[in-house]
């Protein structure tokens, strides 16, 4: 049994993160302290930095000298990081981001949220670039999806966020974690002394603006082949649904209760579950369309993922009624809410 | 014949995009005749950020990192605890390193980082255009304070050497000047310490010098060196503020 905070620690480490630089910050703290009672013990290094504006860049910096590397804050701390996210995703450099986001805007409160949707996936920073965001909806997903985090990180040169929440970073569930990995990629582009040899640079601005340019073709290409190579879901109930439910991380918990339920009660309901919110499974939805008959798609904020699924159900024909249900600030869905409002869009009887 | 005077070996060919009479060129060469001198520049990783020296990662035959505006010393902080025995070298100016990046200037220092920091300070923004900068100094004109740097408004300059030496680490921290042939040479002395503060004795050290901007001063090359040394020193003493452990003031 761990803290889901405690299983993504001890899963970086043993994907062999040797930085860590963080700055406290509810919920997110445990993970934090992990890493620095246990990274010096692996020969990392552990820094409470002054700021999540310089724990990103630190992480910026061992990311280009060569060492996998990662950070962890939650909401209000992840805005500060986004300008060093521009810079990783500008310089392809390989991180990782936990953030067990929290609700907001502003100082908000530390209870769970789905809020940063838009923030880890659309951008977040300035410039045309995107990070790989993965969503685990267990404490056995946020050790899993460590290990694909760093490997991804490295087999694209991109920054990759985790996006929990309070709930998945304070919960506490059995977890089984994978033994530690031997070797991590080498990076023969990564600064350390030029030596004898030629010198490495690992800049963000580009010396021309056709430099600039080609940069951000590379870039687009990159996500190309992300969108062609790495969408991940998971489809939960029969590939006859007609009531499909849509929803990430916590919210997929209730909502896959709900579905249970509703197949209980004879109504082929279905969850679809995005792995990758970037990139994005629109593709997901193809297989499902033929029989589906309405959509619900549950966040917890006031609808964000929405218009992705939209995109998703739009290019695999769907016509049919899609409702939101949930909302911000802290607001828990219940599996049987969640119930009825599946059943109030598909224009079924809803039982008193 | 006898060459007595060559380009150092730390500088590529490509040549400076400095303005005339900007003490950009004179630092650099400072800083690659030290790595010349000391062997160091096979073993440097030298971390470039914002203004004008954006681009000094082609004028340095080095390992380049670029970070972002102001965060210099928390790339060079993580780059040297990836590689302990390489030279990690921050080159700043006034405004990354006292404006944007003061936070991270006073806690690398703060916790004793063994990394080396050449800090231009020529009072003024210079890429952006000439506005004022942490260190421009009272009555100053610059373009966002066209009347003088006024303690009403844009409040009084910050002297980056006597703020570190405050600080309880280790460190090697000083001050010059290249106003001058004479400074320049001391200047060079003072950025050597500050290598081997580094190499040697495992501390932060600083050297912070003292360059004309002619342009954003609107001045001529000679009378921006001498607004350096009759403006710029009195109230930026030049000398060494702090050595490291076992070594008299």
């Known amino acids: 049994m761990m803290k889901g905070n405690e299983a993504a620690a001890e899963a970086a480490l043993r994907a062999g993160c040797t930085f860590y630089a963080g700055y406290p910050i509810t919920p997110q703290t445990e993970l934090l302290e992990y890493m620095a009672t246990n990274l010096p013990r692996v020969g990392g290094r552990f820094i409470q930095s002054e700021s999540e504006l310089a724990a990103i860049s630190m992480v910026y910096g061992a990311s280009a000298a060569g060492l996998r590397a990662m950070t962890s804050s939650s909401s209000t701390g992840v805005s500060l990081m986004q300008e060093g996210l521009s810079y990783l995703a500008s310089a392809e450099l390989p991180a990782v981001i936990v953030n067990v986001s929290r609700g907001g805007p502003g100082l908000g409160r530390i209870c769970p949220s789905q809020g940063d949707y838009f923030q880890a996936t659309k951008g977040g920073g300035h410039g045309d670039y995107h990070l790989i965001v993965l969503a685990p909806a267990s404490v056995q997903e946020m050790a899993d999806l460590m290990f694909l985090a760093f490997d991804l990180a490295d087999r694209y040169r991109n920054p990759v966020m985790i996006l929990a929440d309070g709930m998945l970073g304070q919960m506490m569930e059995s977890v089984v974690l994978k033994e530690p990995l031997e070797s991590v990629p080498a990076r023969p582009w990564a600064v350390r002394g030029r030596g004898d040899g030629a010198r490495n640079i690992v800049i963000s601005a580009p010396y021309t603006d056709a430099d600039l340019r080609t940069m951000n073709l590379r870039l687009k290409d990159k996500y190309r082949r992300l969108a062609e190579a790495e969408c991940r879901h998971e489809l939960h109930g029969a590939e006859d649904v007609e009531h499909l439910v849509v929803a990430f991380g916590t919210a997929a918990r209730f909502a896959g209760e709900a579905v249970d339920s509703l197949r209980a009660d004879g109504v082929k309901a279905g969850l679809l579950r995005p792995i990758t919110l970037f990139p994005f499974p629109y593709d997901g939805f193809k297989k499902v369309v033929p029989s589906l008959k309405s959509v619900l798609v549950v966040e917890m904020n006031e609808g964000q993922m929405v218009e992705d699924v939209k995109l998703g159900l739009c290019a695999a024909g769907f016509r049919g009624p899609v409702g939101t249900f949930g909302g911000g600030g802290g607001f828990i869905p219940s599996p049987a809410d969640i119930e009825r409002e599946v059943l109030r869009v598909a224009g079924m009887e809803v039982a008193a | ?249």
């Not at chain 2, 900007?22 to 030290?34: L, S, T």
């Not at chain 2, 942490?134 to 003088?148: A, H, I, K, W």
């Not at chain 2, 844009?154 to 280790?170: D, H, K, S, V």
């Not at chain 2, 042939?181 to 081997?196: C, G, I, Q, S, Y």
């Open chain 2, 1 to 249: 014949m006898k060459a007595v005077f060559d380009r150092p070996a730390s500088l590529t060919d490509e040549p400076f995009p400095y303005c005339p009479g900007c003490g950009h060129g004179i630092v650099h060469e400072i800083v690659a005749e030290c790595l010349d001198e000391t062997g160091l520049t096979d073993r440097c990783i030298l971390v470039s950020t914002i203004g004008c020296t954006v681009r000094c990662w082609r004028n340095f035959d080095v390992d380049v990192v670029q970070g972002a505006h102001g965060r210099g010393l928390a790339v060079a902080t993580a780059v040297k605890t990836a590689h302990p025995d390489a030279f990690v070298l921050t080159y700043q100016g006034d405004g990354d390193l006292a404006a944007i990046g003061l936070s991270e200037t006073v806690h690398a220092a703060a916790r004793g980082e063994a990394v080396t920091v050449v800090f231009a300070n020529n009072a003024v923004y210079g890429a952006t255009g000439g506005q004022m900068a942490p260190t421009t100094l009272m009555g100053q004109c610059v373009s966002t304070c066209l009347e003088g740097r006024d303690p009403q408004n844009g409040g009084y300059p910050i002297r980056m050497c006597e703020l570190l030496a405050t600080l309880p680490a280790p460190a090697y921290l000083a001050r010059g000047s290249v106003d001058s042939p004479a400074n320049r040479r001391k200047a060079k002395a003072l950025v050597t310490k500050a290598f081997r503060a580094q190499m040697e004795q495992g501390v932060f050290s600083l050297v912070e010098i003292l360059s004309p901007c002619p342009v954003n001063l609107k001045m001529s090359p000679p009378d921006a060196l001498r607004w350096v040394r009759d403006e710029m020193i009195p109230f930026y003493p030049l000398g060494e503020y702090k050595l490291p452990p076992g070594e008299q003031l």
